[in-house]
């Protein structure tokens, strides 16, 4: 089986441009959670998705959002990027949204702004 | 969701058990322990979670004490590619399902 795949795995783009991020997540998991890892830290939670609804959203500005789509991949868009959203981000699949499931996170993509 | 406190670096010879210690003081009735891992540039590696029981699997073990206000996780046999940032979670129901990563402890295995 397919891990979790996450596209692309680089990208650079210019403060103030818009980027898209995607995610496609394990066969059979419905539950998708995104992300953002800059240098040096843990990953800091962005989102997540159950069954193509909003289910938590962590402390970032209005600049992110993301979608989740019926095939249950998963899209995180940020806009007017600044140079402190350059970062790896991850996103991570779950079968169901319950805690007693592990987590399984893609390679990421690491986005540079420039 | 309970937050959690790790050392920020250890040390471990191959060949040796390596001992990752958590502290979760504030961790609630329904909460579970998780261990991830990331080795450089890629993404965590799920390792092993546990209510209150001590768990083991084909990678590490992991013993809860008795009042689940701490943890170790155990790598019996450290080899060199157990290089890597070990991160211990806690999650909870609350909270929209998120999981909230701190600093994790780096672990270097040397020869």
């Known amino acids: 089986d397919a891990g979790v795949t996450q596209s692309p795995t680089h990208l650079i783009k210019t403060r103030g441009q818009h980027v898209t991020l995607r995610c496609s997540p394990i066969?059979?998991?419905?539950?998708v959670s995104w992300y953002q890892q800059v240098l040096g830290q843990g990953p800091q939670f962005i989102f997540q998705?159950?069954?193509?609804?909003?289910?938590g959203r962590g402390n970032f500005p209005d600049r992110f959002s993301a979608r989740q789509f019926p095939n249950y991949s998963s899209e995180l868009n940020v806009n007017a990027l600044l140079l402190g959203d350059s970062a790896l981000y991850l996103c991570?699949?779950?079968?169901?949204?319950?805690?007693?499931?592990?987590?399984?996170f893609g390679q990421g993509t690491r986005l540079t702004v420039v | 969701d309970a937050k959690t406190t790790q050392p920020p670096s250890m040390d471990c010879a191959e060949g040796r058990a390596a001992n990752l210690p958590c502290n979760h003081s504030?961790?609630?009735?329904?909460?579970?322990v998780y261990w991830y891992r990331q080795i450089h540039s890629q993404g965590p590696q799920y390792i092993i979670h546990g209510l209150k029981n001590n768990e083991t699997n084909e990678m590490a073990s992991l013993i809860i004490t008795e009042d689940r206000k701490s943890s170790t996780l155990i790598l019996p046999h450290a080899t060199l590619r157990d290089t890597a940032v070990y991160y211990c979670?806690?999650?909870?129901?609350?909270?929209?399902?998120?999981?909230?990563f701190g600093a994790g402890t780096r672990l270097f295995v040397k020869a």
């Open positions: 998705y159950y069954e193509k609804e909003e289910r």
């Open positions: 066969s059979g998991h419905k539950s």
């Open positions: 979670i806690v999650r909870g129901l609350t909270g929209g399902f998120k999981t909230i």
């Open positions: 504030t961790i609630s009735g329904n909460e579970y």
């Open positions: 991570a699949s779950s079968l169901v949204g319950q805690v007693r499931t592990e987590a399984f």
